[in-house]
């Protein structure tokens, strides 16, 4: 420490905030040159396309024309004169409201039932539910499972055992299309946010149970409240962000699986919309409008969630 | 084994559950374990099983779980089907590699110098940056598409790798990994004494910091492996040479069952390799996420 004062010879307290802060900046400039490339990219290509989108949303910009602003009337159009919109919104948010909890108590409660087995089987059941969802190439499986003829392995059993007479069209039926969307999607669910609970309850200390237990806590589930959340409380966050984030995303199964459009937009979510707006018609001003809505609604959530995980344990 | 030898113990010498571990409890657990995990693993077991069936199984009425006369038909009637489109089947496998091996140097060389700066290096700022980042991992790409192919096509980019090289340089979800980590398997002490041997930030980074983190970038390599390896067509690649081999063989749908043997090969051959690098790397994921936290 003694170092530090001799390279410093003016302390702290005799300098005003703005001195202390450039001196820091030239001190540590190093910090500065090594962020730069990486923020370049992510300012180029993240922080840039956000603001980007809600000023282009504003206008009318279609790549071809000098874009007028036009203020708000991409939101009016929006919310009031685009019924697929308001069909996308609904789907987006049943998707988001259903896979998004589901899948996060699942990879919650998944972790903490296998935290106690020996780490071998705990590896390879990790391996299992984790799979899913970096097996990209998987996805196809489901619709030999659900295929439209009697060689799909639903329709075979249900013709077989007389259930049904002639075969279902699983992705093409309104009726089925949403639920058969939802599960799958869940099947690819357990992610990021599983892992970082299989390893968050790795990291708490078990002396904190065993202490628990003396001081009468009655049941595992008295165990998860009191002890086990509030010490995960950081991973809880972290993985609440990943769930909502991917809730909110879907689209890429439902067009894997159904097609685009799927059958009388029965699963048509925002991103559909704005792949529709943005990259066929080319109507950038427009779908800018609903990216900003997407985004609104992403972090709206998010940001919601997370003061409700504050209140975890207390 | 020691764990679970210490809980019993526990038990008989108080005469009562220590551990709140009643028998109704395990039988519940073990039961929705048992019933999610088949949920989970038959259909992957499905797809490789389909996979290997000859035609006239897949034809089989009811379906049949099992293959009876399994055989690698289905993996040479994708070569050959793959073999038929006009550009080189060893194309599409050159453009994945390349996109991915670029995507991931880049990834793991920017983001986590820019990791230990923002961890290790006291600079003005670095509280604002990293929240950022933080905030950007609560929306996903998808709300930036729009705004991103105008920057891309403006830059020139269209029809070019850089078009996905470049952007995915600057993913952050395995930076703020990388920064958490580094956050708490680092002590400043390492680093002070270093800096005061007249050591440079830079080979602080290379030689102290980097290998004390092994199991962060080797998580960053995967994540973003993961994430081009997958990269199928794409809004910014017109030409075909340029496409890639997840494109390629997501062109051989399920459209037909007479298909579905060559699709199911398609998908094991996808999903065989992000599945096996998790595999070798599983524990140092799962100890880079232990310190995955987000704190406020």
Redesign the interface.
Known sequence: MS?KAVKRPVARKDMTKLQW?LK??RR?????I??A???F??F???????A??LV?SLTNFN?MEWPDFIFMDNYIRLFLDDDLFITALKNTIIFAVITGPTSYF?SL??AW??N?L?PKIR?I????????S????????????F?N?????AN??L??LGIIDTPILWFYDVKYIMPLCIIVSL?TS?G?SF??F???L??IN?SL??AG??DG????W??LWFITLPS????L??GA??A???A??Y?GIVTALCGFPSTDYAAYTI?HH?DDY??SRYE?GY??AI??V??MM??GS??LI?KLLKKVGQ | ?A??LK?KK?RTRNHEV?????VG?DLG?NI??VI??L???L??L??VL?SLKPLDE??????RFFVRNPTLKNFTDLLRLMGTSWVPFSRYIFNTIFITACGVAGQLV??S??A???SK??????GF?FK??R??????S??????????ISSLGWMDTYLAII??A??T??G?YLMKQFMESNITDEMLESAR?DGAT??RI?WAIAMPMVKPAWLTLII?SF?GLW?SGSS?YIHSEQLKTF?YA?SQI??TS?AR?GA??A??????IV??FV??IS??N??????T????D
């Open positions: 170092e802060t820091e900046m540590n400039y190093i910090g500065y090594f962020i490339p990486f923020m990219i992510f180029l290509f993240t922080v840039i396309p956000v980007l989108s282009v790549m699942l409660f998944t039932f296998i106690e020996p590896a059941i990790t391996l299992i539910f984790y799979a899913p970096i097996s990209g190439g998987a996805l196809m499986i489901w619709q030999v499972l295929a003829d009697s060689y799909g392995w075979g059993w013709l077989k099947w357990l990021t892992l970082a299989i390893a968050g790795q990291g078990r149970f065993e237990a003396m806590i009655k049941n595992r008295q165990e995960m409380k950081d991973q966050m972290f962000v990943m909502i984030t991917g909110f995303g689209g991103s704005l943005g990259g950038i779908a800018s990216s900003f997407l985004f992403m972090m998010n940001l997370q | 084994m764990k679970r809980d526990m220590v551990l709140n571990r009643s409890g657990i929705f374990l999610m995990g949920f989970m693993f259909p992957m499905y797809t389909q897949l034809f089989y009425y009811p379906p920017f983001a110098i820019a230990y700066a923002l290096v006291k600079f003005p700022g670095r940056f950022l980042i905030y950007s991992l609560m929306f996903s998808t709300v930036t598409s729009i705004t991103s192919f105008i920057i470049i952007p340089w600057g952050t979800l930076l005061i930030e830079l980074f994540m993961q997958q809004i997840s063989i749908l399920a069952i579905s699709a199911a398609s998908g094991v051959i996808m999903m992000p599945i998790f595999v599983q524990s994921i799962i100890e880079t996420m232990g995955s936290g987000m704190k």
